[in-house]
């Protein structure tokens, strides 16, 4: 089979979109119906829509048929028809079922919240690998939909729905479209095996990894660039990049790590799709450390942060070291300067600014090196006193009596790999030890 990934010429989509709140999702800290359809509208015009209005429905709980009531259905086509739409694009998720309903009700194509974000990353990969991981998420998503995809393939001839996997992938039977999916397994299992013998070279050189992270469009690509002139893509817009991109930072002690940024997230991010990127998405896991970078000019920002916790939990990667990076605080208002959390490790910050820049480089220095340590070291022993300046920063040192005594703010990695070395040549055990003080 053949796979067609690149978009489709075809008739201006011109949508009309709809969104259904529920008592459950109202119940939800960190939803809010105003946010989720405004988001929508962003993902519409993302993905090369003609966004023409807006509709919303309070119901008590989702209508297996039609999803909507039947009277808001038909409110739904009336604002169809007055507008000339030729798409209706849906907040929630679908079922078959209910894009075929809806689809005959209403004569246009039916899309949902998470076919539109199948769609815009269709369009955004551009790596092998990339294009492989958004076609089995946009596969597997539609495998038990395609009852319902009758017209929606054949009434414009592209556009949403159809890039990606192409049109005649989804006409072919359910049987050939499960050994595509078997088949596009096969292929990422084999990026998966060469990303693993990366990681593991990346071990044994000691190398510290600190991954990006963040709700899209945060700003996360334009602290990469900035930080390691990387030739990355920066554009105001969802998804700019897929991709994960490392890039070596020198630190100012000198030491280099591996800098990585990753997708950005987003609110219902389909589950499909993170599936397919796990093993991309992996570099996080695999980290030292994360950078949890924040748009904080958003006016949803602790709902963006809260989604990133969320995606973060999903990867087992909660509880990893993290430090909060405040952006684009140069577009805030001075209430949102005020919102801004000031629990745990975080900075206020600007991705265009040098001085934040480099204040960001030292709170990844003082993760790497970690706490400082004293050590009490016998003056007769010169290559022990010698390994003090090589394994981390001296910061103070003083002779007292037979000994010198030496204050060193060290590597993490560096003080397991010689933590044993250091305590075999304890000596004086009588002493009385301060805290965090070594005698050997």
Not at 286 to 291: K, Q, V
Not at 298 to 314: F, G, I, N, S, W
């Amino acid at each position: 089979m053949k796979t067609t990934t690149h978009s489709i010429d075809h008739e201006l989509e011109r949508a009309v979109l709809m969104s259904l709140v529920t008592p459950q999702q109202k119940r939800e800290q960190s939803y809010s119906a105003e946010y989720s359809l405004a988001e929508l509208v962003s993902l519409a015009e993302t993905a090369g829509v003609e966004v023409l209005t807006t509709l919303s429905q309070n119901k008590e709980k989702i209508d297996s048929k039609w999803f909507v009531g039947k009277g808001k259905a038909a409110e739904l086509k009336e604002l169809i028809d007055e507008y000339g739409a030729n798409t209706a694009i849906f907040d929630q998720e679908l079922s078959g079922a209910q894009v075929r309903n809806l689809e005959e009700f209403l004569d246009v194509k039916i899309i949902d919240r998470t076919q539109l974000i199948l769609d815009i990353f269709a369009q955004r990969a551009k790596t092998r690998e990339g294009i492989i991981q958004v076609e089995l998420a946009q596969l597997s998503y539609l495998l038990p939909r395609l009852s319902g995809q009758g017209k929606n393939l054949s009434r414009l001839g592209g556009g949403i729905g159809t890039r990606g996997p192409g049109e005649s992938k989804l006409e072919t039977d359910r049987r050939h479209i499960r050994d595509r999916i078997d088949e596009l397994k096969q292929q990422l299992f084999e990026f998966v095996k060469h990303r693993n013998l990366h990681r593991e070279r990346r071990k044994k050189t000691g190398v510290f990894q600190v991954a990006i992270v963040g709700y899209t469009n945060a700003g996360k690509s334009t602290l990469l660039r900035q930080m390691t002139d990387a030739d990355v893509y920066v554009e105001n817009q969802l998804f700019a990049t897929l991709d994960p991109t490392s890039r070596m930072l020198k630190l100012p002690g000198g030491k280099e790590i591996v800098l990585t940024d990753t997708v950005g997230f987003i609110q219902n991010l389909p589950h499909d799709l993170v599936a397919a990127f796990r093993a991309t998405l992996e570099e996080v896991c695999e980290a030292d450390l994360i950078l949890h970078v924040v748009d904080s000019s958003a006016d949803m920002m602790e709902t963006q942060m809260h989604v990133v916790k969320q995606v973060l939990t999903e990867l087992n990667a909660h509880g990893k070291d993290q430090i909060t990076l405040f952006n684009k605080i140069d577009q805030c208002t001075p209430e949102q300067m005020q919102m801004l959390s000031t629990e745990g490790d975080f900075l206020r910050m600007s991705a265009y600014n040098e001085i934040d820049l480099a204040l960001v480089c030292e709170l990844i220095e003082a993760r790497l090196m970690g706490d400082s340590k004293k050590f009490r070291i016998p003056v007769e022993k010169g290559d022990m006193i010698s390994l003090m300046y090589r394994i981390g920063e001296v910061l103070e040192n003083e002779v007292e009596g037979n000994d010198m005594v030496f204050q060193v703010r060290i590597d993490k990695q560096e003080y397991e790999k010689i933590s044993h070395l250091l305590t075999s040549y304890a000596t004086d055990q009588s002493l009385d030890k301060g805290e965090n003080e070594l005698y050997v």
